[in-house]
């Protein structure tokens, strides 16, 4: 009987489905399995699922009405015949040697969770998930580390089936279902988990999946998931530290870590959903953000501090009529593309530090995606008086952008810290945005700088 099954969800489309399967029939051994899962997908994509199978020893197919991601895995689970499973999404790719390498992990180190490499392309800037990265050349990591704690929502992971036996497995949710399956089997469970640095999974999209994928959204039930979540995770911390040590302060070290992983968790959806959710989820996270620190010992506290400098921790824009009327930055588009505009926009609106009003040139409106155009902190000005009337109106510093090509996440966020004079925030933010760039292509080339 083979050690591990690939469990493919087919939420994609036909050829997202075939490029998956094609990158598991490529693999370097055939001593695996694969069970694709068809919940309420189209006609074609189905028989796509069934090709493979009729073609390949081992492949099978699952069929059943449309269901959530977490709830296909789940019934996937519990059809494999195998001691490993692992999934995949449509559109993903796994590398020759993944599924080789990842047998060999298993045998030896006979781990619960195996962490591979895990990259991401398609939408954006394509980089390494640095905390999976670090995890995939741990041969043996504590409940406790960080670099486990950080990466709870990624995916790239093999599990024991015992997992889906011990309980009922992924939740029923469109958000965070990673995180809480990968949260019950190291906290409930202690579950040993070991890193296979070379296997390599490749998404190629849903990047943002918590917060948009399927009609997810930012919701208030969506965000009340990561609340709990973090709930969760520390009193389960709690607990197990005072199981372990017969006491529990607070101020334990592994305690205040995981204190940090939850802030940095609301953190990144505070910034990446600031002008997609409403005021009163602001007031829900900044309640969240209160709720955490004040378990944080003041040397924590500092330290959180000097990480999110940026956030003016703790005083934030707390609501978007702040943000409209204390914008720190004055973005003038002075470009007219048609093509590219919407990426561009996506880059700002999802940045490490979104809180900019954007200027316009009038004769771009048609260029302006509907959803961006009815955004609050977006002016179209006249083409003929544009840097007049944009200079006029700015109440941040002005930033003059020439062309449509995405900003990195990192670069308003770095000049919103910088300490340089007013006059020179246009030279940084040229600078900033040739360096990124550069970055980027390094990247593509497969130098991951940082």
Same mark, same amino acid.
Not at 55 to 78: D, H, T
Not at 135 to 154: C, I, P, Y
Not at 249 to 273: I, K, P, W
């Given at each position: 009987?083979?050690?591990i099954?690939?469990?493919?969800?087919?939420?994609?489309?036909?050829e997202?489905?075939?490029?998956?399967?094609?990158?598991?029939?490529?693999?370097?051994?055939?001593?695996?399995?694969?069970i694709?899962?068809?919940?309420?997908?189209?006609?074609?994509?189905?028989?796509?699922?069934?090709?493979?199978?009729d073609?390949?020893?081992?492949?099978?197919?699952l069929?059943?009405?449309?269901?959530?991601?977490?709830?296909?895995?789940?019934?996937a689970?519990?059809?494999?015949?195998t001691?490993?499973?692992?999934?995949?999404?449509?559109?993903?790719?796994?590398?020759?040697?993944?599924?080789?390498?990842?047998?060999k992990?298993?045998?030896?180190?006979?781990?619960?969770?195996?962490?591979?490499?895990?990259?991401?392309?398609?939408?954006?800037?394509?980089y390494?998930?640095?905390?999976?990265?670090?995890?995939?050349?741990v041969?043996?990591?504590?409940?406790?580390?960080r670099?486990?704690?950080?990466?709870?929502?990624?995916?790239?992971?093999v599990?024991k089936?015992?997992?889906f036996?011990?309980?009922?497995?992924?939740?029923?949710?469109?958000?965070?279902?990673?995180?809480? $399956?990968?949260?019950?089997?190291? /906290?409930d469970?202690? &579950?040993t988990a #070991?890193?296979?640095a070379?296997?390599? =999974?490749?998404? @190629?999209?849903?990047?943002?999946?918590?917060g948009f994928?399927?009609?997810a959204?930012?919701?208030p039930?969506n965000?009340?998931?990561?609340?709990?979540?973090?709930?969760?995770?520390l009193?389960?911390a709690?607990?197990i530290?005072?199981?372990?040590?017969?006491a529990?302060?607070?101020?334990?070290?592994a305690?205040?870590?995981l204190?940090s992983?939850?802030?940095?968790f609301?953190?990144?959806?505070?910034?990446?959903f600031?002008?997609?959710?409403?005021?009163?989820?602001?007031?829900?996270?900044?309640?969240?953000?209160?709720?955490?620190?004040?378990?944080m010992?003041?040397?924590?506290k500092?330290?959180?501090?000097?990480?999110?400098?940026?956030l003016?921790?703790?005083?934030?824009?707390?609501?978007?009529?702040?943000?409209?009327?204390?914008?720190? $930055?004055?973005?003038?588009?002075? /470009?007219?593309?048609? &093509?590219?505009? #919407?990426?561009f926009?996506?880059?700002? =609106?999802?940045? @490490?530090?979104?809180?900019?009003?954007l200027?316009?040139?009038?004769?771009?409106?048609?260029?302006?995606?509907?959803?961006f155009?009815?955004?609050?902190?977006?002016?179209?000005l006249?083409?003929?008086?544009?840097?007049?009337?944009?200079?006029?109106?700015a109440?941040?510093?002005?930033?003059n952008?020439k062309?449509?090509?995405?900003?990195d996440?990192?670069?308003?966020?770095?000049?919103?810290?910088s300490k340089a004079?007013r006059?020179?925030?246009?030279?940084?933010f040229?600078?900033?945005?040739?360096?990124?760039s550069?970055?980027?292509?390094?990247?593509?080339?497969g130098?991951?700088?940082?």
């Amino acid at each position: 009987m083979n050690l591990i099954t690939v469990a493919v969800v087919a939420n994609g489309s036909t050829e997202e489905l075939k490029y998956t399967l094609e990158s598991i029939v490529a693999q370097s051994t055939e001593d695996f399995d694969v069970i694709t899962v068809c919940g309420g997908t189209p006609d074609d994509v189905t028989a796509a699922a069934h090709g493979y199978a009729d073609e390949y020893v081992g492949f099978s197919v699952l069929e059943c009405e449309k269901m959530l991601i977490p709830q296909c895995r789940n019934l996937a689970a519990a059809n494999a015949k195998t001691e490993y499973i692992m999934f995949v999404d449509a559109g993903d790719y796994l590398a020759p040697e993944s599924i080789e390498k990842i047998i060999k992990t298993a045998e030896e180190k006979k781990p619960d969770i195996i962490t591979t490499r895990y990259y991401v392309s398609g939408e954006g800037e394509p980089y390494y998930e640095h905390w999976n990265d670090l995890l995939a050349t741990v041969s043996a990591a504590d409940r406790f580390d960080r670099a486990l704690l950080n990466s709870l929502e990624t995916e790239g992971r093999v599990f024991k089936k015992k997992f889906f036996d011990l309980y009922p497995g992924y939740p029923a949710s469109p958000v965070f279902y990673n995180a809480s $399956f990968l949260a019950n089997c190291v /906290f409930d469970y202690g &579950a040993t988990a #070991s890193g296979c640095a070379g296997a390599v =999974y490749d998404r @190629r999209h849903g990047v943002f999946a918590d917060g948009f994928a399927e009609g997810a959204g930012p919701a208030p039930e969506n965000l009340q998931t990561l609340i709990n979540l973090s709930d969760y995770l520390l009193e389960s911390a709690a607990a197990i530290i005072k199981e372990t040590t017969g006491a529990f302060d607070g101020d334990e070290y592994a305690y205040q870590e995981l204190l940090s992983v939850s802030f940095g968790f609301v953190t990144d959806r505070f910034y990446r959903f600031f002008w997609y959710i409403t005021d009163e989820m602001l007031t829900g996270i900044k309640n969240a953000f209160e709720s955490l620190t004040d378990k944080m010992t003041e040397e924590r506290k500092k330290k959180i501090s000097e990480e999110y400098a940026d956030l003016r921790f703790p005083a934030m824009y707390m609501s978007h009529a702040d943000a409209v009327k204390m914008p720190l $930055f004055s973005l003038m588009a002075d /470009f007219n593309a048609k &093509a590219g505009f #919407s990426d561009f926009l996506s880059s700002l =609106y999802v940045s @490490r530090f979104p809180f900019f009003e954007l200027f316009i040139r009038e004769s771009a409106r048609e260029s302006v995606p509907e959803e961006f155009a009815k955004m609050p902190n977006i002016r179209f000005l006249p083409d003929k008086s544009f840097f007049t009337d944009a200079r006029a109106q700015a109440k941040g510093v002005p930033v003059n952008i020439k062309d449509a090509s995405p900003l990195d996440v990192r670069t308003l966020s770095e000049l919103s810290v910088s300490k340089a004079p007013r006059g020179l925030f246009q030279y940084l933010f040229g600078l900033k945005r040739k360096q990124y760039s550069a970055k980027t292509y390094l990247k593509r080339k497969g130098l991951n700088m940082r």
